[in-house]
């Protein structure tokens, strides 16, 4: 779950530490302190792109820190992705947002927008303010169904993905096939004189690099023998001959010089063996202009076919095979459609297989799905609600298969059930929302979920539904949310107050966590607005207390 929470320096937020608990957390504010800058932060965190005007103004930078605490379970699943949390199960998120530039790490790794995605997502699910409006797009219900029935979907998706991508692939070559015969002919043609081409160069492997020496060699003839000419005067022994001379006529007096003669004894000999290796090198060497014109010459061929058929003599040699391969094809053309038809007949008999296991399971999946979700819909005021989910043939397959599905509602009883979108209002979205993510909760080990003022359009009986709804999911969940009503905040397993306040010219945002009577304190703010009486602070208290009796029955 999330431990933690630290921010600096974001917008409204100079500071905020934030330490969460088990269960459900529910944050509270005045409209405009800085609620959705605290979901926002755990956004940016995630990976959300992030402005430079997010940062705090006179700031450098802005900062936010996520710490969790990982279950065993989990680790197997952060380990495919060479994420491991500490000794004691923690794993620590950072995002460090300047004006040129962000920095994600994990565990002080830094990592890319993707693998955080791919991380994060194994821990926290955030349902934003507005994401119940997705309900609308019908795209959104297939994959809702498919994330509830992965372990029934799951193989036949990936063995669908699969033909549908051999299935693309033999399509794009049958229609490429389909040319007129005079263009078969002319590519036939020109293959053959690039084929021609490669095999009568006879490259050899390792010849590049063996001209390129040598062509330097050559072309540096001149510099080569005028400098080892001088280097041959150089090492002449004449001097070094007279100096061991010299030394040896005195030697006899003192032992010390015996040291000396030794060593010019040695000079002598390695430079007479070097004067003699550069004599024998200026002796043999030649250096012929018509060979460097035929090693350039091979040279620039070679150069020449690297730049038409690859980079290396390995990619020229592939490029050879593939075009000999192609070469066969052509003539040999009908043979390869045919057999391009029959592969392509099969695979589609094949993909039509799959793609119609998919449709099954995933049909049969949607009634226990759509079952479940009328159960939470009833529990969410919704009284004679009819729920299902249409499915149509798509006319054309796809990588997910043939099937376009949607959810269907009907809140009255005698009406025919129609889209969402014709149906339900914003406040009954977001209920219907809330049972998806209720029953998504009961299949899916994302161990902590935020959801950010799902409470919008609804007051009243509904608002109590909601708060019992949320809090059934935070047994097996931690909740983090967002809420402007009473009875939801009620519910709380532990409370935050977020506040604004202007200091020194400065507005800022805090956060703290409030004790049983400050949790009362703020049901009363919630319940009577600006003024808060004793009555009102009285009946937040009984609130609280009822709150607490029905968590025990649920």
Request: charged residues 30%; contains cysteine; hydrophobic residues 40%.
């Amino acid at each position: 779950m999330l431990l933690e929470l630290h921010v600096r320096n974001l917008a409204l937020i100079e500071q905020a530490d934030v330490e969460f608990g088990e269960g459900l957390n529910i944050l509270t504010g005045e409209t405009g302190a800085g609620k959705s800058i605290i979901i926002g932060s755990v956004n940016l965190a995630l990976g959300q792109k992030a402005s430079k005007e997010i940062i705090r103004n006179g700031a450098e930078y802005a900062y936010v820190e996520l710490i969790f605490s990982v279950e065993e379970e989990k680790r197997a699943a952060l380990a495919a992705f060479d994420v491991f949390p500490d000794e004691d199960g923690q794993l620590i998120i950072t995002r460090k947002i300047m004006p040129a530039r962000s920095i994600s790490k994990i565990n002080d790794e830094t990592v890319t927008a993707s693998r955080l995605k791919q991380v994060t997502g194994l821990l926290i699910d955030i349902h934003g303010q507005h994401e119940h409006q997705s309900l609308l797009h019908a795209s959104k219900h297939l994959e809702i169904l498919d994330t509830y029935a992965k372990s029934q979907t799951g193989k036949w998706k990936e063995e669908t993905a699969s033909a549908y991508q051999e299935y693309k692939r033999l399509r794009t070559a049958l229609d490429e096939a389909c040319g007129d015969q005079e263009s078969r002919k002319r590519e036939a043609d020109f293959l053959q004189f690039e084929i021609e081409e490669i095999e009568q160069a006879e490259l050899k492997a390792g010849e590049e690099e063996e001209l390129t020496e040598q062509y330097r060699r050559f072309a540096n003839g001149r510099k080569i023998v005028e400098s080892l000419s001088a280097a041959y005067g150089a090492v002449e022994t004449d001097g070094i001959g007279r100096a061991l001379h010299q030394v040896s006529e005195v030697s006899s007096f003192d032992s010390r010089l015996k040291a000396i003669q030794d060593q010019l004894y040695d000079a002598e000999s390695i430079l007479n063996d070097v004067h003699h290796a550069i004599g024998d090198y200026l002796d043999d060497v030649s250096f012929d202009e018509e060979e460097l014109l035929r090693i350039e010459e091979r040279l620039d061929l070679i150069h020449g076919l690297q730049a038409k058929y690859g980079a290396t003599l390995d990619r020229i040699f592939q490029s050879l095979e593939e075009k000999k391969a192609r070469l066969e094809q052509l003539e040999h053309f009908d043979e390869y459609r045919q057999k391009l038809e029959a592969d392509y007949q099969q695979v589609t008999k094949w993909l039509e297989t799959v793609s119609g296991r998919l449709s099954e399971e995933r049909q049969q999946a949607a009634k226990e799905l759509t079952v479940k979700i009328r159960a939470g819909l009833v529990e969410l005021n919704f009284l004679d609600v009819a729920f299902s989910m249409e499915f149509r043939r798509l006319d054309h397959y796809s990588a997910n298969g043939y099937d376009e599905a949607e959810f269907v509602i009907s809140t009255n009883p005698g009406e025919p059930q129609r889209s969402l979108g014709l149906v339900a209002s914003g406040g009954e979205l977001s209920r219907i929302m809330l049972a998806i993510k209720t029953v998504l909760a009961d299949s899916d080990d994302i161990p902590s979920l935020i959801f950010d003022e799902i409470d919008t359009g609804i007051s009243g009986r509904t608002a109590q539904k909601v708060s019992e709804q949320l809090a059934v999911i935070s047994r097996s969940h931690q909740v983090i949310c967002i809420t402007h009503l009473p009875q939801i905040a009620a519910m709380a397993d532990c409370h935050y107050e977020i506040a604004k306040s202007a200091d020194g010219g400065k507005t800022r945002t805090r956060i703290h966590a409030l004790d049983e009577e400050r949790m009362s304190e703020e049901l009363a703010r919630l319940l009577g607005g600006a003024e808060i009486t004793e009555a009102v602070l009285q009946n937040a208290r009984e609130m609280k207390k009822l709150a607490e009796q029905t968590k025990r029955r649920l």
